[in-house]
Nanobody
Framework: QAQLVESGGGLVQAGGSLRLSCAPS????????MAWFRQVPGKEREFVAS????????YYADSVKGRFAISRDNAKRAVYLQMNSLKPDDTAVYYC??????????????????WGQGTQVTVSS
């Protein structure tokens, strides 16, 4: 079945950078809308960034604007999240998501139908 696989998480000091990658397994997502979410224990899954299937538009949570950048490389069938100026509050499990349909919503987990397993990002103070 269709699957998304995240990589690139790890431990980094505050102010550092990481780049997360999301690659398809069993299906291409080159024309699907895609997004990154994150979640910490005891809290709801939180929207981080999204990109349209055409890569013509991107959206960011206010908490990461100016620090994170989402991009995609259709030739490599992958989506990326470049994270700069990381803060301890960015510590979370980060999830890649995709959808095969159009719609008006981009910012809620229910707007996406395919999910990866998550990758841990830990930012030390």
């Amino acid at each position: 079945q269709a699957q998304l696989v995240e990589s690139g998480g790890g431990l980094v000091q505050a102010g550092g950078s990481l780049r997360l990658s999301c690659a398809p397994s069993g299906r291409t997502f080159s024309r699907y809308g895609m997004a990154w979410f994150r979640q910490v224990p005891g809290k709801e899954r939180e929207f981080v960034a999204s990109i349209t299937g055409s890569a013509s538009s991107t959206y960011y949570a206010d908490s990461v604007k100016g620090r994170f950048a989402i991009s995609r490389d259709n030739a490599k069938r992958a989506v990326y999240l470049q994270m700069n100026s990381l803060k301890p509050d960015d510590t979370a499990v980060y999830y890649c998501a995709a959808r095969s349909f159009g719609g008006a919503g981009f910012f809620s987990p229910g707007d996406y139908e395919f999910w990866g397993q998550g990758t841990q990002v830990t930012v030390s103070s």
